[in-house]
């Protein structure tokens, strides 16, 4: 059965460093989403991507995010300068319009 | 705007005991409606899904109906197992902008043996 992969699975940062968080979404999906888990707390949506742009983001995601799909496989977020309280479980997910299907996860830590 | 309210856990229950939580949602239309289960330290999947009133969701034991005139969808399952031990989000399927996925804030259930 097809699965949403995310690499790596665990990153650890300092505080005011780049990091880019990749996903492979399942094929023939159009929707492809980036959402965030605090430790312990709900899941939150950051953005949804579709036909190559930003569909939909919410206040979470600012300037310091940015979602790419530079190929035809591979989706990114990319968080400019990591603060300390961007240190969460990050979950890409896709779909082909009315279920999403989850990765596993990254888990970032910012230090 | 569109969101979901789930009971507040833990729930901590007996192997083979019933299992209820509680979820109601408010929403603008008719959105489609999940449980979702995260396992400790992996991802979220989907555990069953209701797209229409009244639609009975089940897998794994696991069930929930989708209740418009409650706006509900409570999960249930008749008899827990151990390996049940996680925590379930209840969550629904907003359409307004897209196709996001809004979740309730998961209650962790313990099941012991």
């Known amino acids: 059965e097809p699965e949403v992969t995310q690499t790596p699975s665990h990153q650890v940062t300092q505080m005011g460093q780049e990091v880019i968080l990749r996903c492979v979404p399942i094929?023939?999906?159009?929707?492809f989403y980036w959402y965030r888990q605090i430790l312990g707390q709900k899941v939150e949506f950051l953005v949804s991507f579709y036909n190559n742009e930003i569909s939909e983001k919410s206040e979470i995601f600012d300037d310091q995010f940015s979602v790419e799909r530079p190929d035809g496989s591979n989706f990114t977020l990319k968080i400019r300068s990591t603060k300390l309280e961007d240190s969460a479980m990050y979950f890409c997910a896709s779909s082909p319009g009315l279920v999403a299907f989850f990765g596993p996860g990254t888990r970032l830590t910012v230090l | 705007g569109n969101s979901v309210t789930q009971m507040e856990g833990p729930v901590t229950l007996s192997e083979e005991a019933f299992l209820t939580i509680n979820c109601t949602y408010t929403a603008t239309g008719y959105p489609s409606l999940f449980w979702y289960v995260q396992y400790p330290g992996e991802g979220l999947q989907l555990l069953l899904k209701?797209?229409?009133?009244?639609d009975k969701g089940s897998n794994k034991g696991f069930e929930a109906t989708y209740r418009k005139e409650t706006t509900s969808f409570h999960l249930e399952k008749g008899s827990v197992q151990v390996s049940d031990s996680a925590v379930y989000f209840c969550?629904?399927?907003?359409?307004?902008?897209?196709?996001?996925?809004?979740f309730g804030a998961g209650t962790r259930l313990f099941v012991k043996a």
């Open positions: 969550a629904l399927g907003d359409h307004t902008g897209g196709f996001k996925t809004i």
């Open positions: 094929s023939n999906h159009l929707y």
């Open positions: 209701a797209t229409k009133a009244d």
